[in-house]
């Protein structure tokens, strides 16, 4: 049962370009969540997160937005570049779980230039 | 910077072998993980501590068992490696509750 789900195995981006990488997630007890970003033979590398007060949390380049009515949430990066192409995983957790966090499948981005 | 080291890059053991997969962390962190990552799966928790000679089981604690005698050293025991246990193990640190995870390199593995 997965309760972070990335259904979209890959996605590819012009440079310049928006880019929106979507996350489901199912248990509603979730109220942190990040994302991480993983170049081959690296580990991932924490990106971005938002707590479930905030609607949108923006650094630079990078925007998550949760909708938490809808248990979805999105990554945005404006514009993308090219060393921008690796996996990106959606993780979330809870105070309540015994601070475990949940990852979903992964998302591979390839940014064209 | 945090600073997550697992002892080996590449694995190869045989089929029964017992396996030790190593990680130090530098940053006095209380939290510890080991991950596997496979193809479409994403990372799945294997397990987890928050304090020394604590564990917990994460979601996938078959075939595994852990150590944590020193607070920066967390230890993956494989008691008798399976080929389903091919793939590459992640651990991570963090400072304390549900905050952001500090990942090493990572350790792939291949039972033969």
């Known amino acids: 049962d997965q309760q972070v789900k990335q259904n979209s195995p890959s996605l590819s981006v012009q440079e310049g370009r928006i880019s929106i990488l979507n996350c489901d997630y199912t248990n509603s007890m979730f109220d942190y969540f990040l994302w991480y970003k993983k170049y081959p033979a690296e580990g991932p590398t924490f990106l971005i997160s938002i707590s479930s007060i905030k609607d949108k949390n923006e650094d630079g380049r990078f925007t998550v937005f949760l909708n938490k009515s809808a248990k979805h949430l999105s990554l945005h990066i404006v514009p993308s570049q090219p060393g921008d192409s690796a996996v990106y995983f959606c993780?979330?957790?809870?105070?309540?779980?015994?601070?475990?966090?949940?990852f979903g499948a992964g998302t591979r981005l390839f940014v064209k230039a | 910077d945090v600073k997550v080291t697992q002892s080996s890059r590449y694995l190869v053991k045989r089929t029964g072998e017992k396996v030790f997969l190593e990680c130090v962390q530098d940053m006095d962190h209380e939290n510890m993980f080991w991950y596997r990552q496979d193809p479409g799966l994403g990372l799945r928790l294997i397990y987890f501590s928050y304090d020394v000679k604590m564990k917990e089981k994460g979601d996938i604690p078959e075939g595994y068992s852990v150590s944590r005698e020193k607070k920066e050293r967390f230890s993956l025991i494989l008691e008798s490696a399976s080929t389903n246990q091919t793939s590459m193990y992640l651990c991570?640190?963090?400072?304390?509750?549900?905050?952001?995870?500090?990942f090493g390199s990572g350790t792939q593995l291949s039972v033969l």
């Open positions: 993780a979330a957790s809870a105070n309540t779980g015994g601070f475990k966090t949940i």
């Open positions: 991570a640190s963090s400072l304390g509750g549900i905050e952001k995870l500090f």
